[in-house]
């Protein structure tokens, strides 16, 4: 069983910057490949970000791209998600996920195993 918590609650205008970070317990963190996905009110869940177990391949939505960056820290158990250049439409509940694969993340919330709890980020314009 893996548990994910993350962190980073935001309240920041347009262009500011923020990071989040998800912490995993469980020894199975270094063989999952890791996802970013978010909620706005109303909408769907949607991809951000993932990056595989050894963090070598990363993928991104296109919506983030060139903005947004996803990291991971084996040792600690902690994978990341740089925000940079926030928009309004930036704004949702921000999940991590978890994937039991050696391979590269999807891009689908059912193709992931693990789920955190979400924490809200909100970019004023």
């Known amino acids: 069983q893996v548990q994910l918590v993350e962190s980073g609650v935001g309240l920041e205008q347009a262009g500011a910057s923020l990071r989040l970070s998800c912490t995993a317990s469980?020894?199975?963190?270094?063989?999952?490949?890791m996802g970013w996905f978010r909620q706005a009110p109303g909408k769907e869940r949607e991809f951000v970000a993932t990056i595989n177990w050894s963090g070598r391949s990363t993928y991104y939505a296109d919506s983030v791209k060139g903005r947004f960056a996803i990291s991971r820290d084996n040792a600690k158990n902690t994978v990341y998600l740089q925000m940079n250049s926030l928009k309004p439409e930036d704004t949702a509940v921000y999940y991590c996920?978890?994937?039991?694969?050696?391979?590269?993340?999807?891009?689908?919330?059912?193709?992931?195993?693990?789920w955190g709890q979400g924490t809200q980020v909100t970019v004023s314009s």
């Open positions: 469980g020894r199975t963190f270094s063989n999952a490949a």
């Open positions: 996920a978890a994937r039991r694969t050696l391979g590269n993340g999807g891009t689908y919330p059912g193709e992931y195993d693990y």
